[in-house]
């Protein structure tokens, strides 16, 4: 969770206007009200989930939209290198065991079409359900034109359990009416996932896309719709 406020000022503030409109309080039931605002049980956890919260954030990555802020942390983790992201203890659970967090840039697509890009990055995690990177391309409509996540490789895919830095890669083709790329990397469910250093670069044809189902083939394929 994002703290966009101090809760002590908060609190302050609280027990200043419920004041003035006849409503005394004390300083420690303006705390505890604080509390219950941020979606706390009491004062003291939100002041520890606050501290555990205060991680640097690296320049030039966000987290996605749906990321679910409520149930990870992330950010730099300077003792293993790179970024990271991990589940809250406790927090996860099968109800909500859908839950992930993303990191993400976005780059204008202009000196890349018409070319083959390659993403790769190094990935550690521990007792992960599920951690992977991932990229797609857009045109100037939002429509997505290319996409891979590694979840549905053989081998290679997701990391899942404990592993030491592997690295992890990407190919797609940036065909011309591209306008953004964007990539990043995902953590769902338990575990906690690491992340460094991400590299792109333009590769030739010998080197095979990695997208599956794609929506644009480079020639007709299964017009029988067989299964294999």
Not at 9 to 26: I, N, V, Y
Not at 45 to 56: E, S, V
Not at 190 to 199: C, I, N
Request: contains cysteine; glycine residues 8%; positive net charge.
């Amino acid at each position: 969770m994002h703290f966009t406020a101090d809760p002590k000022t908060m609190a302050k503030a609280l027990r200043t206007d419920l004041a003035a409109h006849g409503l005394p309080l004390s300083h420690a039931q303006c705390l505890e009200i604080t509390a219950h605002q941020f979606g706390y049980r009491d004062w003291n956890t939100l002041i520890a989930r606050q501290k555990d919260d205060l991680l640097l954030q690296p320049r030039h990555w966000s987290l996605t939209n749906n990321t679910s802020a409520l149930y990870y942390r992330f950010g730099l983790d300077p003792k293993r290198g790179g970024a990271a992201m991990l589940a809250r203890r406790g927090e996860i659970t099968k109800a909500n065991a859908g839950e992930f967090a993303s990191y993400m840039q976005s780059v204008q697509a202009g000196e890349f079409r018409g070319q083959r890009l390659r993403l790769r990055a190094s990935l550690a995690s521990q007792t992960a359900d599920s951690g992977f990177i991932w990229m797609r391309v857009d045109d100037g409509h939002n429509n997505i034109l290319r996409f891979d996540n590694m979840t549905k490789r053989p081998e290679n895919g997701p990391l899942k359990g404990t592993h030491d830095w592997v690295e992890r890669t990407i190919v797609l083709d940036i065909p011309e009416p591209a306008h953004t790329i964007h990539y990043g990397f995902l953590l769902k469910g338990h575990g906690t996932l690491w992340a460094k250093d991400f590299r792109l670069d333009t590769v030739g044809p010998e080197i095979k896309t990695t997208e599956r189902n794609g929506k644009v083939l480079t020639k007709p394929e299964n017009l029988d719709f067989t299964f294999a």
